[in-house]
């Protein structure tokens, strides 16, 4: 069964999310995102994905004492990630209570270095993030457009090694107009040993159902959760 892993986007220490990536269409959610950490926690739910989106787009980690504090406040396997660019941004994600370190655009550009960090630290401590426009990647937190086809992205990562990434359409992200299931049904048609984690475009459970019915290891679910789009019953129906 898919695994839902909610999601907290963080901006000046406050739960936030933006609408398709767009850092001017801004919902403040909480200003306590341990708070909303310990209710996932209290459902049942074991993962939590943060996203740093002020490090993502300054290029270094600016939120790491948010993680600190749902780290320590809570038991929730945290996949981290925005701005990790060196390996003393890699080793601060973990040493602040990461179990998990996420990374999409320096996997983009330096990608012997992202697979030097598989090997070092272990596939299961990194996961790569395929963020994409129009099909293309983007990065530096969704501000700059590439050309390269998040198809081809993933054969050749999946080709050196990487067993599991999530995929972003952002088109999707944040507006929940459904998911982008026919990327995600070509990626896993041509990629069956890549563990895919869809991410975007979550409007309700059914979605959710949808996806596990294509076969994808986990979704993870942002906007959807904080506005009750997905209430607590139904997401405990998927709690491990």
Same mark, same amino acid.
């Given at each position: ?46 993962? =939590?994905?943060? %996203?740093?989106?002020? /490090? #993502?787009?300054?290029? @270094?980690?600016?939120? +790491? *004492? $948010?993680? &600190? ?20 941004? =890699?080793?601060? %994600?973990?040493?602040? /209570? #990461?179990?998990?370190? @996420?990374?999409?655009? +320096? *996997? $983009?550009? &330096? ?38 086809? $998040? ?90």
């Amino acid at each position: 069964m898919i695994e839902i892993i909610p999601a907290i986007d963080i901006i000046e220490a406050k739960c936030v999310r933006l609408t398709y990536g767009d850092f001017s269409r801004k919902t403040v959610y909480s200003d306590d995102p341990l708070e909303i950490a310990k209710r996932f926690e209290s459902i049942g739910l074991r993962r =939590l994905h943060m %996203v740093d989106l002020e /490090g #993502a787009k300054r290029g @270094n980690p600016a939120n +790491l *004492a $948010v993680l &600190e504090r749902i780290a320590a406040g809570t038991s929730l396997i945290i996949d981290f990630g925005g701005g990790i660019k060196t390996e003393t941004d =890699l080793k601060g %994600v973990f040493a602040a /209570g #990461a179990a998990i370190a @996420n990374i999409g655009s +320096l *996997a $983009v550009k &330096e990608p012997d270095t992202f697979v030097e960090w598989l090997d070092k630290f272990g596939r299961d401590r990194i996961l790569l993030g395929a963020d994409c426009r129009n099909e293309k990647i983007a990065v530096n937190g969704w501000q700059t457009d590439t050309e390269v086809s $998040v198809f081809d992205f993933l054969e050749r990562m999946n080709s050196r090694g990487v067993r599991s990434a999530f995929v972003t359409d952002i088109g999707r992200d944040g507006a929940m107009s459904g998911p982008s299931v026919g990327i995600y049904e070509r990626i896993m048609a041509e990629l069956p040993a890549l563990e895919l984690i869809a991410s975007g475009g979550v409007s309700s459970i059914r979605d959710v159902e949808e996806l596990n019915r294509i076969g994808c290891r986990g979704v993870i679910v942002g906007k959807a959760i904080h506005e009750g789009r997905i209430t607590e019953e139904e997401l405990a129906r998927y709690a491990r």
